[in-house]
Every structure is written in structure tokens, then in C-alpha cells.
Nanobody, 129 residues
Framework: QARLVESGGGSVQPGGSLKLSCAAS????????VAWFRQAPGKEREGVSC????????VYADSVKGRFTISRDNAKNTVYLQMNDLKPEDTADYFC??????????????????????WGQGTRVTVSS
């Protein structure tokens, strides 16, 4: 059964760092673009970063450019999000998602030029002093 499992969330002080992991099982993640989204309390879900399946091209939201880095380890079937210089406004539930290779679905979110429609359960990041 195909699954995405996020991990690595937690509570940190402003300026701290966290590294999120998105581990895939039941399919080969290398064949898909992968994105990280986040949803803060009371706000809509927003795209944070994505990485292409082919040449590893990356896209970042303006709010995280220069602080977050997305990467993938195909041998481990895992995508990472290194988050540095965290700010209170980064507090959110973070979700990874893979590119949809089929028709648009109710779960689709279009971001970075891709349709992402298969989601993990999320991991919570809290940035507070």
C-alpha cells in the first residue's frame, strides 16, 4: 500500500533548525515530483517547496527562500526539508505530497507547476520562545 510518512517536526526557538523527512513506501518516489506544504492554524494550506523528479529542479516560496532546502535521497526513497533560521510564522503542520500522474482529483493542490494529490499525514512544527 502506498504511503507517505512525515517525521522530524517538533518545537524549537526562533533561529533554530529542524530537518523534516518524508519517507515513501509502496512506490518509488524517484518517479515523482515531491512538495512540502504547510498549514498554520486558521490559515489555508500553502506550498513551501518542491523538487522535480528529473533534474532535481527546486522551487521555494518567497517566505522561505534562503532558509529552507529541499532535497531527495532516492536510495532511501525519502525527501527532506532542511529548515534553518526558523521564525514563529513558520509554525504549522507540514505535509509532503507527490505529483499526480492522473486526472485532477479533489485532493489536488497545484503549486510550482505541478499537481500534487497524494498526501502524508503531516508533522507539526512549532517555533516559539
Amino acid at each position: 500500500q502506498a504511503r507517505l510518512v512525515e517525521s522530524g517536526g517538533g518545537s524549537v526557538q526562533p533561529g533554530g533548525s529542524l530537518k523534516l523527512s518524508c519517507a515513501a513506501s509502496g512506490f518509488i518516489m524517484e518517479y515523482y515530483a515531491v512538495a512540502w506544504f504547510r498549514q498554520a492554524p486558521g490559515k489555508e494550506r500553502e506550498g513551501v517547496s518542491c523538487i522535480s523528479r528529473s533534474d532535481g529542479t527546486t522551487v521555494y516560496a518567497d517566505s522561505v527562500k534562503g532558509r529552507f532546502t529541499i532535497s531527495r535521497d532516492n536510495a532511501k526513497n525519502t525527501v527532506y526539508l532542511q529548515m534553518n533560521d526558523l521564525k514563529p510564522e513558520d509554525t504549522a503542520d507540514y505535509f509532503c505530497a507527490i505529483e499526480n500522474h492522473g486526472p485532477p482529483s479533489p485532493q489536488s493542490s497545484i503549486w510550482g507547476g505541478f499537481d500534487f494529490a497524494f498526501w502524508g499525514q503531516g508533522t507539526r512544527v512549532t517555533v516559539s520562545s
